[in-house]
């Protein structure tokens, strides 16, 4: 047997047959149609040495077998089918079955754009539960008042209001550092992935220290102890501290690693450079984003507003009504989908566009990036919107449940504590599976078009041969790349955190604390993800050569071959 680390071709003897029922694991070995079609991998400018015509147009299979290419098969564009010849099983059969390797890429010179509509239900379900949530806040907005407590009660919605300005500040500021680090990455790969080795540790203990020296400088209360949000603070500040040393111990382990590392971010950086179009996309569905940001938090404030005065000794409380509690569950569940759709519809986006510049890229007159990401993103947002909303449905169902039981377990006190600490703890296991298993579906959506079930199976094989050894040697990429955005959102969380307890003198300065965490986490993220779905999408299509014998870069597979 014979193969890379990450996939192996066992050699079958001449005239085994195959059946459906083979072993997944199992590939006969055909004779690799490997076409020189990386000019840049040797250091020569495509432009010069672009590939003859011929290659193109007057190559023709050498066999009766119908010339299945990797480009027609996962890229819309039915081959020609033999009169001899028929096709059964659904695509992603075809594209896992064992198929004659052409002599030429017959073709290929003509990119389709035609998708048929893919799990509409899911789509349809996701406009009216956002319809209902529009409807919800604007009752929120002329139903609330929050005068009264503008002169007695100072509570979540006070502390947001006093806040809000800062929250703005921080959405400005990470929109603007995630642009930054982009743009830098792009043209500094190298230097920039060895920067961010070194100065993370730096970075995390920095956080650490003033976070638990501020900890000990806030007010005292009137019987001289300390703020229970103060002490809070101070477990909360080894967070990054830990953060930092789990870093530091994966590189030192994985440091071997790290050169490989650079050249997959550094193939991902040019595919980018080919490809500015990826970029606007993603700015755009970050705007998008923020501005539903600043409407949820607009929202979600008022929902604090339910509630009435309540007198007590010497002082009056606020107390929440009983219809509170699901309301707040409602739109932090659709904050939770709304930001899982626009982060699958860039997902998708970028998978197609990738696709397009690996199998098309060296085609004459059929590769050209500003007519292909236009197309790509009215797929996402049309054809498979509704794979997409089925997507995040399963991920906002996970995060959610995990989000719930955790502030459960916080609440709980005595025998039920446990038991509810353990289930959160499970769930936050498998809301990291699922989330990187729907990745790669996702991504095969992009590059398919099937519907999510049906990439879903068909990525199952491909994870199965390929892809469980890629998300090991992965780890050490995505960890660099989001990374960063992790320990910029423990800094601005810890500030705000810092601003509303000791500035506002504010008994609920944890919440401001979560939003500028979560807030910045999503923005920054954004622009994490264009790198990370770059990786991943090209991964995948290294897969694909795989499985289909060929090669469409050299240096994809150079970068994933040599991972282990």
């Given at each position: 047997m014979s193969g890379?680390?990450?996939?192996?071709?066992?050699?079958?003897?001449?005239?085994?047959?195959?059946?459906?029922?083979?072993?997944?694991?199992?590939?006969?070995?055909?004779?690799?149609?490997?076409?020189?079609?990386?000019?840049?991998?040797?250091?020569?400018?495509?432009?010069?040495?672009?590939?003859?015509?011929?290659?193109?147009?007057?190559?023709?299979?050498?066999?009766?077998?119908?010339?299945?290419?990797?480009?027609?098969?996962?890229?819309?564009?039915?081959?020609?089918?033999?009169?001899?010849?028929?096709?059964?099983?659904?695509?992603?059969?075809?594209?896992?079955?064992?198929?004659?390797?052409?002599?030429?890429?017959?073709?290929w010179t003509s990119i389709s754009y035609k998708r048929n509509f893919k799990d509409p239900v899911f789509a349809a379900l996701y406009i009216l539960a956002l319809a209902v949530y529009f409807i919800l806040g604007i009752v929120l907005l002329f139903t609330t008042s929050s005068s009264i407590l503008d002169e007695h009660i100072y509570n979540i919605f006070s502390v947001i209001k006093s806040s809000a300005g800062m929250l703005t500040f921080v959405v400005l500021i990470s929109a603007a550092l995630g642009t930054l680090w982009l743009v830098t990455l792009r043209s500094f790969a190298r230097p920039v992935v060895w920067?961010?080795?070194?100065?993370?540790?730096?970075?995390?203990?920095?956080?650490?220290?003033?976070?638990?020296?501020?900890?000990?400088?806030?007010?005292?209360?009137?019987?001289?102890?300390?703020?229970?949000?103060?002490?809070?603070?101070?477990?909360?500040?080894?967070?990054?501290?830990?953060?930092?040393?789990?870093?530091?111990?994966?590189?030192?382990?994985?440091?071997?690693?790290?050169?490989?590392?650079?050249?997959?971010?550094?193939?991902?950086?040019?595919?980018?450079?080919?490809?500015?179009?990826?970029?606007?996309?993603?700015?755009?569905?970050?705007?998008?984003?923020?501005?539903?940001?600043?409407?949820?938090?607009?929202?979600?404030?008022?929902?604090?507003?339910?509630?009435?005065?309540?007198?007590?000794?010497?002082?009056?409380?606020?107390?929440?009504?009983?219809?509170?509690?699901?309301?707040?569950?409602?739109?932090?569940?659709?904050y939770m989908w709304t930001s899982a759709v626009l982060s699958n519809v860039q997902r998708v986006t970028l998978a197609n566009v990738v696709s397009k510049w690996y199998f098309h890229r060296h085609e004459p007159f059929a590769y050209h990036s500003s007519k292909i990401t236009e197309p790509a993103l009215i797929n996402a947002t049309t054809t498979s919107f509704g794979s997409i909303c089925l997507g995040g449905l399963f991920i906002a169902i996970v995060q959610f449940s995990s989000f719930a039981l955790r502030n459960t377990a916080k609440k709980l006190k005595g025998h039920s504590f446990p038991l509810f600490a353990l289930l959160a703890?499970?769930?936050?296991?498998v809301q990291g599976l699922v989330e990187n298993f729907n990745n790669y579906t996702l991504i095969y959506v992009g590059i398919t078009g099937e519907s999510l079930f049906a990439a879903a199976r068909s990525a199952s094989k491909i994870f199965h041969r390929n892809l469980l050894w890629g998300l090991i040697s992965d780890f050490l990429t995505k960890l660099i790349l989001f990374i960063y955005s992790t320990l910029f959102s423990l800094l601005t969380g810890f500030a705000a955190y810092i601003f509303a307890t000791h500035h506002l003198h504010s008994p609920y300065g944890y919440v401001i604390g979560i939003l500028s965490s979560i807030i910045p986490y999503y923005i920054t993220g954004f622009f994490t993800h264009i790198m990370a779905i770059t990786v991943d999408a090209t991964f995948l299509c290294y897969a694909i050569d795989l499985d289909t014998n060929t090669c469409h870069s050299n240096k994809a597979h150079s970068a994933f071959g040599s991972s282990f």
């Open positions: 890379s680390l990450f996939y192996s071709v066992p050699t079958i003897e001449a005239g085994t047959e195959d059946s459906d029922g083979r072993d997944d694991d199992s590939m006969p070995m055909h004779e690799s149609y490997m076409p020189d079609y990386d000019s840049d991998d040797d250091g020569s400018d495509s432009s010069s040495q672009s590939p003859p015509m011929s290659l193109f147009l007057d190559r023709h299979p050498q066999s009766e077998a119908p010339p299945m290419t990797p480009a027609s098969i996962y890229l819309d564009v039915p081959p020609p089918v033999s009169a001899k010849s028929t096709t059964t099983g659904t695509l992603g059969e075809q594209l896992l079955a064992p198929t004659p390797i052409p002599s030429g890429p017959t073709g920067v961010t080795v070194l100065s993370v540790p730096c970075f995390a203990l920095i956080i650490f220290i003033w976070s638990l020296v501020s900890s000990f400088q806030g007010p005292r209360q009137p019987d001289g102890g300390r703020d229970p949000q103060d002490t809070g603070l101070t477990f909360l500040s080894m967070l990054p501290l830990s953060v930092g040393s789990l870093f530091l111990s994966v590189i030192y382990f994985r440091r071997k690693y790290i050169g490989r590392t650079t050249a997959i971010i550094e193939l991902a950086c040019e595919i980018l450079k080919d490809n500015p179009d990826m970029f606007f996309v993603s700015v755009g569905l970050m705007l998008v984003h923020v501005v539903f940001t600043a409407i949820w938090l607009v929202f979600f404030s008022r929902v604090f507003l339910i509630g009435h005065i309540e007198n007590t000794v010497g002082k009056g409380s606020w107390v929440l009504e009983g219809n509170f509690y699901p309301i707040a569950a409602y739109l932090i569940f659709m703890t499970f769930c936050a296991l």
